[in-house]
C-alpha cells in the first residue's frame, strides 16, 4: 500500500514537471512573434545606410532629390523642327520611334506658308552648383533657339546653353539664378550589379516622377561611339526621363538617364531596359564643358579589341609570352600619331603612362580623358618583345570630322552610316566574340546609331546581316555597294541573322 501510494506521488510529480516544461517551451515559442511584431522602427537602419540591410527609405530619397530636378522645355525654329515627322508607320500613334526621342508633340499644325515650323520638346536636368549650372543630355537641347527651366518651386527662367558633347550625350546649361538646392556628384565606379537607384525627371510631361530599380550591368555599348560605358538599369525611364539623374540610396548622382529599348532585333517587346551615362565621365567633361563649350580629346588612331584567350594561348605558344590583359590593335590609321610612332596592327598595348591596361576599352578611355597633343608613353608587346614607345597624341574631334566628312561630300561615300549602321567582315575571331556560328554568312554588326531607324527596328550589335534589300552581302563592299544605292526616305529590307535563326527587317532610310 505504502508502495503505491509513494508511485501515485512520483507520478504526479512527474506529469507536474512535463506540464511545466511545455508551457515554457510555449511561451518560448511565442516570443519571438510578440517581439516582431511590437518591435520600435527605430530599430530599422537609416536610409542610406552604409552597408544597409533590406530596402531603404525610397520617400527620404525623393524628398532630398526632388528640389534640385528641374523640367526643361527647348524650341527649335527651322530645319531641325522639320525633322519631327513620323516616318515609321509601325508606331503607334503619338509614340516616338527613337530610343533617345523625348518629344511631347509633333511640329506645331497649321504653320502659314512661308513661315519656319516650331518644334516644342522637353526633359530633365539637375543642378550641381547652386548659381545655376544645370545638367542633362545634348539631345535635350541640341540646336534648340529657346530653352526654358521650370525650378521645383514652379520658378520658370530662360537658360542658356554652355556646353555641348554630341559623343558621349551630355549639355550643360545655366539659369540667372543663386542659392539653388543642388544634387552631389556620386562615384559611378564603386556603384555595382544589384545596387539601388532611383530615376527622377519628367516622363510624358508628369513632373517630378520617381522610378525606382538596380544597376542591371555596366559597360553597356548601345551606338557607335566607342565612348560608350553605359549604366543599365531596370529603373523605369520613359520619354521625358532624359537629362534627368539617376542617384543612389544615399541621393548621390550616379548617372544622367538617356535612352531605352523597347524590342529587341525580332520585334519582341521588352521592358525595364534604361541606360544612363555614369557620372564619372561627366564629371571629367565638366570643366572644359564650363570653359571652352566643348570637349577636346585626345586620339592614338588605332582600332583596339580585348586580347582573348585564343590570343593568349597563341602568344604563350609561338612566343613563350604570358598576356595578362592587354588590347590588340586591329587596325592603324594611316598619317595618325601610332602610325607616326610605329605601331602596327598585332601589336599589344599593355601600358599606358605606367597604367596596366585590362581591355579594349581601358585604352578608348585612358586616351579620351587626356588632351590633344599630350605626349604619352606605351609599353607595347611586338611579336614576343615588349617595347616602349612616346606617342603625342591627336585631336579625336578632328580625327572623327574627317572620318565623316571628306568623301561623305560626294554621294558615293557615308551610305554605309546613312542607315545608321557600321559592319565588319566576319573573322574567326570576330565569330569567336560574337559566338556566330560558321555556316553564317555575311557583316556583323558593331554598332548602331541609337537616332536611327535601324536602332528602333532592332538591329544591334552582334547581329549579322546576310542580305539588303534582295541583294546578298558577303562582306563590307558588298554592304556599302548595296546601301549606296538606297536614298533618305525610302524603305529597306535587312535579312539578319544570330545562332538562334533569321528574321526580315524593314524600316525608312534616315
Do not use: C
Amino acid at each position: 500500500m505504502k508502495f503505491a501510494k509513494a508511485l501515485m506521488v512520483i507520478g504526479l510529480g512527474s506529469l507536474l514537471f512535463l506540464v511545466g516544461f511545455g508551457v515554457a517551451q510555449l511561451r518560448d515559442v511565442s516570443a519571438p512573434v510578440a517581439r516582431a511584431v511590437t518591435a520600435s522602427p527605430a530599430a530599422m537602419p537609416p536610409a542610406g545606410a552604409p552597408g544597409l540591410v533590406g530596402s531603404p527609405s525610397f520617400a527620404d530619397i525623393a524628398e532630398k532629390v526632388n528640389p534640385a530636378v528641374v523640367s526643361i522645355t527647348a524650341i527649335s525654329v527651322g530645319d531641325k523642327a522639320s525633322e519631327g515627322g513620323d516616318d515609321n508607320q509601325d508606331q503607334s500613334p503619338g509614340m516616338p520611334q527613337d530610343p533617345f526621342e523625348f518629344f511631347f508633340g509633333r511640329p506645331h499644325p497649321g504653320m502659314p506658308r512661308g513661315q519656319k515650323p516650331v518644334q516644342e520638346a522637353g526633359g530633365s536636368g539637375f543642378i550641381y552648383s547652386s548659381d545655376g549650372y544645370i545638367l542633362t543630355n545634348n539631345h535635350v537641347v541640341d540646336s534648340a533657339t529657346k530653352v526654358t527651366v521650370k525650378l521645383n518651386d514652379d520658378r520658370e527662367l530662360p537658360a542658356k546653353i554652355v556646353g555641348t558633347d554630341k559623343e558621349t550625350d551630355v549639355a550643360l546649361i545655366k539659369v540667372d539664378a543663386t542659392g539653388l538646392p543642388t544634387l552631389p556628384l556620386g562615384d559611378s565606379d564603386a556603384i555595382r550589379q544589384g545596387d539601388w537607384v532611383m530615376a527622377v525627371g519628367n516622363p510624358l510631361n508628369y513632373n517630378h516622377t520617381v522610378t525606382v530599380g538596380v544597376i542591371s550591368a555596366k559597360g553597356r555599348r548601345i551606338s557607335n561611339s566607342s565612348l560608350d560605358d553605359f549604366l543599365q538599369t531596370d529603373a523605369a525611364i520613359n520619354f521625358g526621363n532624359s537629362g534627368g539623374p539617376l542617384v543612389n540610396a544615399r541621393g548621390e548622382v550616379v548617372g544622367i538617364n538617356t535612352a531605352i529599348t523597347r524590342n529587341d532585333y525580332m520585334g519582341r517587346m521588352v521592358e525595364g531596359i534604361g541606360f544612363a551615362i555614369p557620372i564619372n565621365l561627366v564629371r571629367g567633361e565638366l570643366e572644359q564643358l564650363k570653359t571652352t563649350g566643348k570637349v577636346a580629346r585626345g586620339w592614338l588612331g588605332v582600332a583596339v579589341a580585348s586580347v582573348d584567350p585564343d590570343a593568349r594561348s597563341y602568344y604563350k605558344s609561338k612566343f613563350g609570352v604570358t598576356v595578362d590583359g592587354g588590347a590588340l590593335i586591329q587596325n592603324v590609321t594611316d598619317n595618325s600619331p601610332s602610325a607616326k610612332a610605329g605601331l602596327l596592327k598585332g601589336d599589344i598595348i599593355l601600358e599606358i603612362d605606367g597604367v596596366k591596361i585590362k581591355g579594349s576599352q581601358d585604352v578608348v578611355r585612358k586616351i579620351a580623358g587626356m588632351p590633344p597633343g599630350k605626349a604619352v608613353s606605351l609599353v607595347v608587346l611586338k611579336g614576343g618583345d615588349r617595347k616602349t614607345y612616346r606617342v603625342t597624341l591627336g585631336d579625336r574631334g578632328k580625327s572623327l570630322t574627317a572620318d565623316e566628312g571628306g568623301s561623305n561630300q560626294k554621294q558615293s561615300e557615308g551610305k554605309e552610316t546613312q542607315l545608321g549602321i557600321r559592319v565588319q567582315n566576319l573573322t574567326q575571331q570576330v565569330r569567336s566574340m560574337y559566338r556566330i556560328p560558321d555556316d553564317i554568312s555575311g557583316v556583323v554588326v558593331v554598332s548602331v546609331e541609337p537616332k536611327s531607324n535601324a536602332f528602333s527596328k532592332g538591329i544591334r550589335e552582334g547581329l549579322v546581316i546576310s542580305e539588303l534589300n534582295g541583294q546578298p552581302v558577303k562582306n563590307v563592299e558588298d554592304f556599302k555597294k548595296a546601301a549606296a544605292s538606297v536614298k533618305s526616305g525610302e524603305p529597306v529590307s535587312i535579312y539578319v541573322q544570330d545562332g538562334q535563326g533569321g528574321t526580315y527587317l524593314y524600316f525608312k532610310a534616315d
